[in-house]
Nanobody, 121 residues
Framework: QVNLVESGGGLVQAGGSLRLSCAAS????????MGWYRQAPGKQRELVAA???????NYGDSVKGRFTISRDNAKNTVYLQMNSLKPEDTAVYYC???????????????WGQGTQVTVSS
C-alpha cells in the first residue's frame, strides 16, 4: 500500500523557521514529482513548491526567496525548509506525489493528510 506521511508542522513566531517532511511509503521505485500546496481558511489551495525527479523547481510567488524545497530520492522524501515565516503563511500544508511507480509499473498520485503550520505575529 502506498501512502504519504507528513511531519514537521507546528506553531512558530513570525520570522522563525520550520522544516516539513513528506515520505512516500510502500513499494515505490520512482516518483516523477513531489511538492507542497497549502490552504488557508476561506482561501483556495495554492502551490507552495514543487520539485521534479530531474531537479526542476517551481515556487509560489509569495514564498520565493524564503522557502526551499529539496528531495532525497533514495528515501522517497521531500522537504520544505521555510524561513522568515509570516502570519500569512498560516495554513494547512499538503504534500503530493505525482507519478509514483511500483516495480510492476502501477502508478499512484497521492496527497498527504495535511499538516498545520501556524505563524504568530
Amino acid at each position: 500500500q502506498v501512502n504519504l506521511v507528513e511531519s514537521g508542522g507546528g506553531l512558530v513566531q513570525a520570522g522563525g523557521s520550520l522544516r516539513l517532511s513528506c515520505a512516500a511509503s510502500g513499494n515505490i521505485v520512482s516518483i516523477n514529482a513531489m511538492g507542497w500546496y497549502r490552504q488557508a481558511p476561506g482561501k483556495q489551495r495554492e502551490l507552495v513548491a514543487a520539485l521534479t525527479s530531474g531537479g526542476s523547481t517551481n515556487y509560489g510567488d509569495s514564498v520565493k526567496g524564503r522557502f526551499t524545497i529539496s528531495r532525497d530520492n533514495a528515501k522517497n522524501t521531500v522537504y520544505l525548509q521555510m524561513n522568515s515565516l509570516k502570519p500569512e503563511d498560516t495554513a494547512v500544508y499538503y504534500c503530493y506525489g505525482d507519478g509514483m511507480y511500483t516495480p510492476t509499473h502501477r502508478r499512484y498520485d497521492y496527497w498527504g493528510q495535511g499538516t498545520q503550520v501556524t505563524v504568530s505575529s
